[in-house]
């Protein structure tokens, strides 16, 4: 096995028509719904962008709705735990 179709995963002739295939189909469906290039990388750059912006406030909502549930989970599972060991 040459060191080309181990770093490839199979022939260059395969890899080729395989990534050939594989274009053609991405490109439909891009045309279907209107999208290019550019969109989907400026799409990538805004996901990222907007999680950075609002990840500290998730962070803040997610501590707040973890101390709301252990506010209720924990003496639940308190009570259960001291229920069973009497048995």
Same mark, same amino acid.
């Given at each position: @096995?040459? *060191? +080309? %179709?181990?770093? &490839? !995963?199979? %022939? =260059? ?16 469906? @891009?045309? %279907?719904?209107?999208?290019? =290039? ?5 799409? /990538? ?8 912006? @609002?990840?500290?406030? *998730? ?7 973890? &101390? /709301? !549930? *252990? ?7 308190? /009570?259960?735990? +001291? ?5």
């Amino acid at each position: @096995m040459s *060191a +080309l %179709t181990r770093f &490839l !995963g199979d %022939t =260059p002739l395969r890899v080729a028509l395989k990534l050939v295939v594989v274009s053609f189909l991405v490109g439909v469906v @891009m045309v %279907t719904f209107g999208w290019s =290039p550019h969109d989907v990388l400026r799409g /990538i750059a805004d996901f990222f962008s907007g999680l950075w912006n @609002m990840g500290f406030d *998730a962070f803040y909502r997610f501590l707040s709705y973890f &101390l /709301i !549930g *252990a506010a209720v989970v924990v003496p639940v599972f308190l /009570i259960l735990r +001291l229920l069973s060991w009497r048995k």
